[in-house]
Structures are given as structure tokens and as C-alpha cells.
């Protein structure tokens, strides 16, 4: 009489049990369900929803997922529903492959993280002489769509469109200067040096 044995197979994990928004004690589910994203508390929720999601390791199949199965509300891949149904209208208009609608994915996250920077950084800045740009405010950090930021790092941010590598410094002589194209941050300063020194 043969036996009959089960074969064991490898589990292939589901995107969504590597999701940040699964973690215990991440968040509660309200959090990426907020009733409006345009006005006050909703609005800043919805931004801080967003700004978390795109830094979550299953961000994109997140939002293809979304984008598929188009729920009619919440916070899915770092997109909102008005996101997901440009990205889908577009998608069918002009018959997108999965590399391009990746592509219009990062450019949302893109245009949406320097959103809140761009109206932060014109909210508080005064024009100065000589291209110089000046920061109204005493904090030395303010939280914008979820995230604590020097006015350097916003300055940064806005002109470079990406993270500053360590510590932002004005190159133009006036130390407390925001002009984003009188910023360096550490990772330019440093290549700066090693070309001098090969030069």
C-alpha cells in the first residue's frame, strides 16, 4: 500500500504583508482613509498618508494594485483617488505599457512630495537683494506632509527635486541664505573636493 505525503512548497509572500501600513501599531486604517483630501485636517492626513506611503518597499505594486482594481476611496501606493483616475484616464487615452504607467506613478509621487515643499518654501521666504533668499521664522524645523524639515532641506528640496546627503550650506558668503541654487549639501561639497583635488 503506497503512502500518500503532502509536498511541501516554498510560501510566496503577498506584496501586501511587506506593506509599512501592516506593520502592529503602525497606524490605524482611518489613517489612509481620510473623508476629504482638499481642506484642513483631511488635507494634511491625506499629505502625510501620501509622504509615508512612498517611502513603504511595496509602494509601486501598491498603487498597480489600485490602479487595477480602483477602490473609490483611500490612500493606496501613495496616490488618492483623483490620482489613480488621471493616471487611469491617461493610461486608457493613450494605451500605456506597465513601464510607462510606472512611470506616471513616480512622476505623481515626484509632483506631489514637492507640493507641500514648493507652498512651504513660498509661504515663508522673502525675496532678498543679490538672489538672495531669506527665511521668515524662527523655528528651526517645521513639519511639512509628515515630515520634520530644516528650512534648509526644504529649500534644498525644492530646487534639486531630491533629498539632501547631509548637512545644506549656503555657497554664496551669506550663511543663513535659502536660495536653493546657493545651497550644496554634503554629498555635492564632497565631489566638489575630490575634482579640485584631481584637477
Not at 60 to 89: E, H, S
Not at 162 to 175: D, S, Y
Request: charged content about 25%.
Amino acid at each position: 500500500m503506497s503512502e500518500t505525503r503532502a509536498i511541501s512548497t516554498d510560501h510566496a509572500p503577498d506584496w501586501r504583508e511587506q506593506a509599512d501600513c501592516r506593520r502592529p501599531g503602525y497606524f490605524g486604517t482611518d489613517h489612509w482613509f481620510p473623508t476629504g483630501a482638499t481642506t484642513g485636517k483631511d488635507r494634511a492626513q491625506a499629505a502625510e498618508a501620501k509622504a509615508i506611503c512612498r517611502e513603504c518597499p511595496v509602494a509601486m505594486q501598491c498603487a498597480t494594485w489600485a490602479l487595477q482594481q480602483r477602490p473609490t476611496d483611500g490612500i493606496f501606493g501613495g496616490l488618492d483617488v483623483d490620482q489613480r483616475r488621471i493616471i487611469n484616464r491617461r493610461s486608457a487615452e493613450r494605451q500605456f505599457t506597465d513601464e510607462e504607467i510606472a512611470k506616471e506613478i513616480r512622476t505623481t509621487w515626484t509632483k506631489d512630495a514637492l507640493g507641500p515643499l514648493v507652498d512651504a518654501y513660498l509661504r515663508r521666504t522673502i525675496q532678498g537683494d543679490n538672489g538672495h533668499v531669506w527665511w521668515r521664522g524662527k523655528k528651526s524645523a517645521y513639519t511639512v506632509a509628515g515630515r520634520v524639515l530644516t528650512p534648509g532641506q526644504i529649500a534644498f528640496e525644492v530646487g534639486y527635486g531630491r533629498e539632501p546627503q547631509g548637512h545644506v550650506k549656503a555657497t554664496c558668503g551669506q550663511p543663513f541664505c535659502l536660495a536653493p541654487e546657493h545651497l550644496s549639501d554634503g554629498a555635492m561639497r564632497w565631489r566638489r573636493s575630490h575634482l579640485t583635488a584631481a584637477a
